[in-house]
């Protein structure tokens, strides 16, 4: 059993820790409070071949592993969690499904352009009426005269305004259910394909949630992304992956949190000492450093089996289902730890708590990911 990281992985985080500290947490804060989409430091990325990591150097990709991906994800996100939720659903939801499933034409036409940065990678999964039920998907599609027709809509989508393009899911044959479920290729700019940006969030306001209306969308029969009926199964594969990143950009914002709760406990004076002095607090920060690291375990030990080629689904739930708790556990102490100024934004950890709470709903519920794993083990 070998913990430690390899030269190349090293290096990548020696890179990102750089990157996020000079590049991405300057403008954070004002990105935030604009809800500035940040263009700019992808446009960085796509220089440093980073928009592509984990996929196939044949289609522009940086054949990296999916330890990498995490590296990258939570270094993003300790910086900036809606950076880092925009780069992982990049990767892990728009480009992980043409990877897995796309031909190789759709691999050299689609999936080369989310690895130079050309789009952006988005996945559209989630309905009004089909969250965590994801079976119950009203969106249909009917084959007349060798192209798809599509009718529906799509909710809480992350990069669809970015993207020229996108995987999503609909219904093809609604007798039989779940396995009547097939996934498309969809150009965002077809005609009766709406894009729709004006959620007001809790948090993570930098990064790009949209609604998507399709209307006789029309798109060529070759454009279905692996076989019909099997769109359901394809993203939950697809979710496995994602879990990862949503588990690494948990423990990045938990770091983030910990790291200012530590350097304010340490300057901050009461009753003559300052408040790193006292126990209550050193608990406060003891059990959040322990609890960081194992969540990071527990995400590099779920990247580690993917790259294996072994099961995972278990491990990625695990891992995302503690490292989100942890996160919001974290943040909620930062706060604490930080009393009054803890509620103002200046100290940020405010922001920090707030772009948390969405890991516990997105890319599976924490309700739903306790189920995954009930299963897992046999109940």
Request: hydrophobic fraction near 40%; proline fraction near 2%; charge should be negative.
């Amino acid at each position: 059993m070998n913990f430690d990281l390899t030269s190349e992985q090293l290096m990548l985080k020696k890179m990102m820790t750089e990157f996020a500290d000079e590049v991405v947490a300057p403008g954070a804060d004002e990105r935030d409070r604009t809800k500035q989409f940040p263009v700019e430091i992808f446009k960085q990325m796509a220089e440093l071949n980073l928009m592509g990591l984990p996929f196939s150097e044949e289609y522009g990709g940086a054949g990296a592993d999916s330890t990498s991906f995490a590296i990258v994800v939570e270094e993003l996100s300790r910086a900036c969690g809606s950076t880092g939720i925009t780069y992982s659903a990049h990767i892990s939801l728009g480009g992980a499904p043409l990877s897995l499933f796309g031909t190789e034409e759709q691999k050299h036409k689609y999936l080369s352009k989310i690895c130079s940065g050309e789009s952006f990678g988005a996945f559209g999964l989630t309905e009004p009426n089909a969250g965590s039920d994801a079976g119950g998907t009203r969106t249909n599609a009917v084959l007349k005269d060798r192209e798809w027709v599509i009718n529906g809509s799509k909710c809480f989508i992350t990069n669809a305004s970015h993207a020229s393009f996108l995987a999503l899911t609909a219904v093809t044959d609604k007798e039989k259910g779940s396995r009547g479920i097939t996934a498309f290729i969809v150009p965002t700019d077809a005609p009766g394909f709406t894009v729709v940006d004006n959620y007001e969030k809790l948090g993570l306001h930098s990064s790009n949630t949209t609604e998507l209306i399709l209307e006789n969308v029309q798109v060529p029969e070759e454009n279905m992304l692996g076989k019909e009926g099997e769109g359901f199964k394809q993203f939950l594969i697809t979710l496995d992956g994602g879990r990862i990143g949503i588990g690494a950009m948990a423990v990045g914002i938990a770091q983030a949190a910990h790291d200012k709760a530590l350097q304010y406990a340490k300057q901050r004076t009461a009753f003559g000492n300052s408040l790193s002095h006292f126990q209550a607090i050193q608990h406060k920060l003891a059990d959040m450093a322990m609890q960081i690291e194992l969540a990071r375990n527990m995400v590099y030990k779920a990247a580690w089996l993917k790259d294996k080629g072994r099961k995972f689904t278990k491990e990625a739930a695990m891992a995302k289902l503690y490292a989100s708790e942890v996160a919001m556990s974290a943040t909620h102490q930062a706060i604490q730890i930080h009393g009054g100024y803890g509620y103002m934004r200046e100290y940020q950890v405010e922001r920090f708590f707030r772009d948390a709470r969405l890991l516990e709903i997105g890319e599976g519920t924490s309700e739903i990911l306790r189920n995954v794993i009930a299963r897992e083990i046999g109940c």
